[in-house]
Each structure stands twice: as C-alpha cells, then as structure tokens.
C-alpha cells in the first residue's frame, strides 16, 4: 500500500496510521500523518471506477495543489526538477515546491541560574560566569 501523502511503500505493521471515514489509512512517517491530518480531502484517494486497466491508471500525486508553471523537485532526490508537480521517478514521492521560503530561526542563549540573561552567541554568564 502507498502512503496517501508521499505516495512511498508502507505496510500495516507502520506506527503512523490514522481511521478517517471509516478507512485505514497507513504512513511511512509522523510528518506525513501530520500532514494528512491537517488536510485530509486533499489527499484521500479517490478509487478507481474499475473500467481501466491497472496499468492505465495515472500515478499522480493526489495533492496536486499548485501552479502548473512552478518548479517541483523530490525531497530525497532534489536532482530531480521538473515544471508542475507528479512523482519522483526515483523513489515514488510526491514532487514538492521548490522554492518555499525557509523560515529562519535564532537560536538564544541563557544562563541556568540567570534566566533574565539572553545571548544570541555561546559564552559566559556576564552575572556568574557559567559557560
């Protein structure tokens, strides 16, 4: 079975799983069951109507939510780019937006007996001197 998400291989026997609508629904991971948790329409798979042949059937990612003209690359293969999104051709996850903004973070500093001192740099406590 595919994780609805990321479109890879998981088995029964993952820790990520989730009932909605009375389905199973099984993930190689606690970021894709997030993320299914969060958005559960965009990526509940519709099933097939049964008159085409398996070997017919698209294998598209099933959030397919986007531009067409935006650049979409695999997490684990960002070697692999291509306009609109689909599958990695390599592993079989569901090409992401390339150029997602990447929110920065500051890191602080404080001392354990001094919690009013914040550095934005390792060092000394200028109070006590811990390190």
């Given amino acids: 079975m595919k ?3 990321c479109n ?12 909605y609508e009375s389905k199973e629904y099984y993930f190689c991971s606690e970021k894709c069951l997030n993320k299914f948790k969060q958005s559960p329409l965009q990526y509940e798979k519709k099933e097939c109507c049964g008159h085409c042949d398996s070997d017919e059937k698209e294998d598209k990612p099933m959030n397919q939510v986007g531009s067409e003209d935006v650049i979409y690359t695999c997490p684990m293969h960002l070697e ?12 079989g996850m569901a090409l992401e937006p390339r150029d997602i903004p990447i929110i920065q973070t500051k890191t602080q500093y ?3 007996m001094h919690p ?5 740099e390792p060092g000394n406590c200028p109070i006590c001197g811990w390190h």
């Fill in 80 to 91: 692999i780019e291509q306009v609109g999104p689909s599958n990695c051709p390599k592993c």
């Fill in 3 to 5: 994780d609805p998400v």
């Fill in 8 to 19: 890879m291989n998981v088995t029964e026997d993952s820790d990520h799983h989730i009932q």
């Fill in 116 to 120: 009013e001192i914040i550095q934005y």
């Fill in 110 to 112: 404080t001392c354990p």
